[in-house]
C-alpha cells in the first residue's frame, strides 16, 4: 500500500504541476491542477496516518473532489469562464466537516469501517458524513455527466465532424470510472461494516484507482486544448456565443429572407463543396457565406430542420454514394472515398452513413454492385 501512495504522490503533484504552469493559461487547468494536487496531498495524510500518526480524525479532503471535477468540466466547456463567489457554496460540506474536524481534534471520531457503527457520541454524525459523502459524489458526477452531454450536443450546431479534442469523450469516460470506482468503494465499506468480511479497508485501496485514474487524468488534461480555440479558426473576433434560442427571438428573419437564405445556402454546398474540408465548422461557413453566424445557425436549426453537423455530414453522404457508383473512384477502398468526402474518422462515417441511409457502408456498395451485375 505504502509502494503504491508514493506512486499517487510523486505523479499527482508532478502532474499537476505540469498542468498549472501549462500555455496557454486557462481557468480549467487551474482547476484541474488544483484537484491533481488536492487528491496528493490526501495520498500524503494517508501515508503519514499508516506509518507515523493522525493527522486528522475525518476525512474531509474528498469532498472537494465532485465539486472540482464539476468545474473543470463546466469552465471548460465555457468560452470565456471567469470565477464568481458563489461557486464556493459547492465546498459548503468541506468547510461544514472541516469546522467539526477542527472542533474534535482530539476525539476519535472515526475508527473505520470495523468501527463505523459501534454506538458512542458520534455514531449518528458518522452515518450522516457516510451519506452525505456519497450524495455529494453522485450528484456532481451527475452533474458533470450533464454537462459533457449537453456540451456535445452544442459542437452538433458548431462542428461538422468528431474529435476527441472538443468532445471530451476522454473527460466523460475517465470521469465514469471515476464514480464506478467510488461505488464499488462503498459496496465494499458497507459490506465490511455489515458483516466484517473484508480482509483491507476498502478506502485505502480505492488509493490503487485513484493512482491510475489520475495518471490518465493528468495525461489527457496535458493534451487538452482550449475547446473554442479548435472550433474557431477564422481569423476575425468571434462573436459571443449566446443561447441560438436568444439569438432567434430578436432576429426578426422574414419569409422571403429565410427562402434566400435557404438558397444561398444550397447552392454554396452544391457548387463549392466546403463539405470537403474534414475540419468545417459553422463559423467557417459563415465567413465563406457573409452569413452572420447567428442567422446561419437559425436558418439551419429552425427552417431547415437540422443541425449544423447533420447537414454537412448528409452532403458527405451524398458525397460518397456518387463517388462509390463512379468508375473514377472505384480503385478506392470505401474508408478512402470517406476520407476524400469530408469525413475524418472510420467511425463517424459508419455512424452516420447508416444514420442516412439505414445500411453500413459495405452493404450499400453489395447492393448497388448486386443491382448493376
Given at each position: 500500500m505504502e509502494a503504491?501512495?508514493?506512486i499517487g504522490i510523486s505523479?499527482?503533484?508532478f502532474a499537476g504541476i505540469l498542468i498549472s504552469?501549462?500555455?496557454p493559461r486557462m481557468l480549467a487547468n487551474q482547476i484541474l491542477a488544483a484537484w491533481l494536487f488536492i487528491i496528493g496531498l490526501e495520498m500524503i495524510i494517508v501515508l503519514v496516518n499508516e506509518t507515523l500518526v493522525e493527522l486528522y480524525p475525518i476525512k474531509i479532503l474528498p469532498y472537494t473532489y465532485g465539486p472540482l471535477l464539476f468545474l473543470y468540466a463546466k469552465w471548460m466547456t465555457t468560452e470565456k469562464p471567469l470565477f464568481d463567489l458563489r461557486y464556493l457554496w459547492h465546498f459548503a460540506p468541506f468547510f461544514i466537516f472541516l469546522i467539526v474536524s477542527l472542533v474534535f481534534i482530539d476525539e476519535r471520531v472515526m475508527h473505520g469501517t470495523d468501527g463505523f457503527l459501534v454506538t458512542d457520541r458520534f455514531v449518528s454524525f458518522r452515518i450522516v458524513y457516510g451519506i452525505t459523502f456519497f450524495i455529494s459524489i453522485?450528484?456532481?458526477?451527475?452533474a458533470t455527466f450533464v454537462v459533457i452531454h449537453r456540451h456535445q450536443l452544442r459542437l452538433k450546431e458548431l462542428v461538422s465532424y468528431s474529435s476527441g479534442k472538443i468532445t471530451l469523450q476522454w473527460l466523460l469516460g475517465l470521469s465514469?470510472?471515476?464514480?464506478a470506482g467510488y461505488v464499488i468503494m462503498f459496496i465494499f465499506g458497507g459490506v465490511d461494516i455489515m458483516t466484517g468480511f473484508m480482509p483491507f479497508d476498502p478506502y485505502e485501496i480505492s488509493f490503487i484507482s485513484l493512482t491510475l485514474l489520475t495518471f490518465l487524468f493528468g495525461v489527457f488534461g496535458?493534451?487538452?486544448?482550449?475547446i473554442f480555440e479548435e472550433v474557431v479558426k477564422i481569423e476575425t473576433k468571434p462573436e459571443k456565443m449566446e443561447p441560438d434560442t436568444i439569438k432567434y427571438q430578436r432576429s426578426g428573419l422574414k419569409e422571403k429572407d429565410v427562402a434566400n437564405y435557404v438558397n444561398k445556402i444550397g447552392k454554396y454546398m452544391h457548387i463549392e463543396k466546403p463539405y470537403l474540408n474534414r475540419e468545417l465548422t459553422i463559423?467557417?461557413?459563415?465567413?465563406q457565406l457573409k452569413i452572420p453566424r447567428h442567422i446561419l445557425s437559425e436558418v439551419i436549426n429552425e427552417h431547415m430542420g437540422k443541425n449544423?453537423?447533420?447537414l454537412v455530414n448528409e452532403y458527405r453522404v451524398n458525397e460518397v454514394k456518387k463517388r462509390m457508383k463512379s468508375d473514377e473512384y472505384r480503385q478506392l477502398t470505401i474508408l478512402a472515398i470517406a476520407f476524400d468526402s469530408g469525413f475524418n474518422s472510420k467511425s463517424s462515417f459508419n455512424t452516420v452513413f447508416k444514420e442516412k441511409t439505414g445500411q453500413t457502408p459495405s452493404e450499400y456498395m453489395e447492393s448497388f454492385n448486386a443491382r448493376n451485375s
Open positions: 503504491i501512495l508514493y505523479q499527482t503533484l504552469v501549462k500555455r453522485t450528484a456532481y458526477s451527475i465514469i470510472t471515476f464514480y496535458f493534451h487538452q486544448p482550449s463559423y467557417d461557413l459563415s465567413d449544423f453537423y447533420h
